[in-house]
């Protein structure tokens, strides 16, 4: 199950580093990256998420598969749809769910992450959600947790975010169809510092997506980017031409150091995504943002709130992808130690 | 081991029990519930017989099985269908096989959590013995009754036939 022909080596993260999300009999065990997962594991996330979006539109959106189990979001870096997401997810599966708000926390008294980690576990947590600005983080967690403990990255540093990721990908699939061959992606923006272009790269890859291209100034754009497998355009006009679908990036402005753009200005006249541009995709092409979006810096308020835009279906479909990668990963943890035999 | 009827015969015989207890109950629009996936199969074909109004439910219970600690989740690529109205009215719930009794456990929670019914009348094509909780089928197509290493399966859609297996008990 594992691609052997994906490992690119992190010395960060070591050789190996996405072996720990499976366990001995290949299901998911930690959720940390899409690298090293096959299509079948991608595919039965998108099953269940699918399954539990029919669950988000009811009267009661909660059903009772988690209940008893703890669930620990531990977020060291500003975020507001992904925590909250996260926790209604864990909630709507009837868990009982801890927000440890960093700022607030003994980590600001100097406390280590393996010290807090190993607190939170003392208070019988099953499972940690963690976004940490520091590539690797949720790997080191998931090496030193106790092994009935599940941890799902939640971003970080510039590596991976592969929940979004995959809301992504449920989103595509619910407006394009199962069959990803034939369609064309263009992910548009700061590539260089997202977490989340990385793993929506990798999970297109994973699901035989026919065309992926990555449009950005040459500032904005890792070195090494067309290893991953994708068509590089520096013009968005070109870039954007007949897609199916269009994923546009925040510029990540607190990433930035140094001058990587003239003004914030030039690059909405070069790569904002207006009403003008978006004539050069598919008529029937989808607009996409994993949010916060910057109205008027790479996106037209008018295109964001748009016909084709399905930004807050991105938002929805959180939830559920949230919720299938939980119930999936405890499902094994406990298949692991036996409880309730 | 006593013989068991075909499914077609057994369906006919709910058929008509069913519509004889609408009739002395005075249920006139029931909504017919079909469990994931052999009951629904069955449902599919009682509902055309008895001609039901209200289009016809499906209830997928893998979120409210008891034993996910065990097993962990097994998705169904169908979803739950059912009237966004449940309130008050009368259910007809459906199953292939009643043994154990958890899935209609199961599917009583999962209704519940859509409204609070009138009534709910089980039907279940076979009823085996077994029963791990207080549960009953109101109509039945036929008991049976088998060795503890002994499971019978509905398979199906087209056409429908029972499988009876040996399992390996642990």
């Known amino acids: 199950m594992v691609n052997k022909n994906a490992r690119a080596t992190n010395p960060l993260l070591g050789q190996d580093h996405w072996n720990i999300q499976l366990d001995e009999n290949g299901r998911l065990k930690h959720f940390l990256t899409i690298e090293g997962l096959g299509s079948e594991i991608l595919t039965e996330i998108l099953d269940t998420a699918e399954n539990f979006t029919s669950v988000n539109k009811r009267t009661v959106k909660k059903v009772p598969l988690l209940r008893g189990k703890t669930i620990t979001n531990l977020f060291f870096e500003a975020s507001t749809r992904t925590r909250t997401t996260f926790e209604l997810a864990a909630k709507r599966l009837s868990a009982d769910v801890l927000n440890i708000n960093i700022s607030t926390s003994a980590t600001s008294k100097g406390e280590s992450l393996l010290d807090t980690l190993y607190n939170l576990q003392a208070m019988q947590t099953d499972m940690f959600v963690i976004r940490h600005q520091d590539s690797g983080a949720a790997h080191f967690a998931a090496r030193h947790v106790a092994p009935y403990i599940s941890v799902l990255n939640a971003g970080d540093g510039r590596h991976a975010h592969p929940t979004q990721a995959m809301l992504d990908m449920l989103t595509i699939r619910q407006n394009k169809g199962h069959d990803f061959s034939a369609l064309r992606v263009a992910i548009v923006g700061d590539i260089l510092h997202s977490r989340v272009a990385r793993s929506q790269i990798h999970a297109l890859n994973t699901l035989n997506i026919g065309d992926i291209r990555v449009v950005a100034p040459r500032t904005l754009l890792p070195a090494d980017i067309e290893k991953l497998g994708v068509n590089v355009h520096y013009n968005l006009q070109q870039g954007i031409a007949d897609a199916d679908v269009v994923i546009m990036l925040r510029l990540q402005k607190e990433r930035m150091q140094g001058a990587m753009l003239p003004s914030e200005l030039e690059y909405y006249q070069q790569y904002g995504l207006t009403s003008e541009t978006l004539k050069y995709a598919k008529p029937d092409a989808i607009v996409m943002h994993p949010g916060p979006i910057n109205r008027g810096v790479e996106i037209e308020s008018c295109v964001a709130d748009g016909m084709q835009s399905v930004i807050l279906d991105q938002v929805s479909n959180g939830i559920a992808v949230r919720m299938a990668v939980m119930s999936m990963t405890l499902g094994t943890s406990a298949q692991q130690t036996g409880d309730d035999k | ?170």
């Open chain 2, 1 to 170: 081991m006593t013989k068991i009827h075909s499914p077609d015969t057994l369906i006919q015989s709910l058929s008509s029990q069913l519509s004889e207890s609408l009739a002395q109950k005075q249920i006139t629009d029931p909504v017919m519930v079909g469990i994931h996936t052999g009951g629904a199969w069955v449902a599919e074909q009682l509902h055309k017989k008895l001609k039901l109004k209200e289009p016809l439910a499906t209830l997928n219970i893998s979120f409210y099985r008891d034993d996910f600690s065990r097993i962990g989740v097994h998705p169904q690529v169908t979803p739950s269908t059912l009237p966004n109205e449940i309130e008050n009215r009368h259910i007809i719930l459906v199953d292939d096989v009643l043994q154990t009794g958890r899935t209609i456990r199961a599917a009583m929670n999962e209704l519940f959590d859509y409204g609070r019914p009138a009534s709910i009348t089980l039907v279940c094509l076979l009823e085996r013995d077994g029963r791990e909780l207080p549960i009953r089928a109101d109509i039945v197509g036929q008991q049976l009754t088998l060795r503890d290493d002994e499971q019978v399966k509905l398979t199906g859609p087209e056409p429908l036939a029972f499988d009876i297996k040996h399992v390996t008990l642990d």
